[in-house]
């Protein structure tokens, strides 16, 4: 089966159509801004223009923009294809990649943190699977974090930031992948919306007249 995985939800533009687990085509790169411009010419690109039997979206959290930009886009092709669509979390997605790379120790659990906003970081802690979740996803100031999570290494966009701020340990940058999802296909698949762990930066009229 075919599967057209989109993930917007970081920095990463990330889109791959997989055969199976098997990569047949990809595009992945750090783009900072500008993924609603650059991502359906990147799902073009793919081969047969990214025509699949599903449709797999990462849901963040991450940057709002982002996340929307996935879905929103991930939906019109599922409603236009007649293809069934499926969310996924993008803590997981990188926690499955870390417990398989160099730097993880067998038996120790896998930190995983996402730069947020307002000096906040996503973060979620795994057994060292990879897999099984620790805890919910969640939203966290750094310096309060700092002193909850005591891992030796802390792997994701906010990696540095945390390692930074604690004094101590190593960090290992690691963007969501599309090419990763293989490595959590197994996993209950999620409704498509988005997981923001928190409220969304922008105000009603109302809120920022008071405010």
Known sequence: MRTLVIDTATQALSVA?????KT?????EIVGRGHA????????ALPD?????????????????????????A??????????????CALSLIAAKAAHSDEHQDGAPIAVTITGGHGELFWQSFESDGLTAINQPAS????????????????????????TARG?????????????????????????????CRDADAQPMPQQAQS
């Open 168 to 196: 101590h340990g190593a960090a290992v940058s690691l963007y969501p992948n599309a090419s990763d999802f293989p490595l959590i296909a197994g996993l209950p698949a999620l409704p498509p919306s988005p997981i923001y």
């Open 17 to 21: 159509l997989l055969d199976d687990s």
């Open 49 to 73: 223009g990214g025509r699949a039997d599903a449709i797999a979206v990462d849901l963040g959290p991450g940057s709002f923009t982002g996340v929307r930009i996935g879905i929103a886009a």
């Open 140 to 163: 966290t100031p750094i310096a309060t974090l700092a002193t909850m999570l005591d891992q030796p290494v802390i792997y994701g966009t906010g990696a540095e930031a945390l390692v």
């Open 37 to 44: 411009e650059a991502l359906v010419p990147a799902i073009a």
């Open 24 to 28: 047949i085509g990809q595009f992945h």
């Open 75 to 88: 939906k019109a092709l599922a409603l236009a294809w007649s293809l069934p669509l499926h969310g996924y």
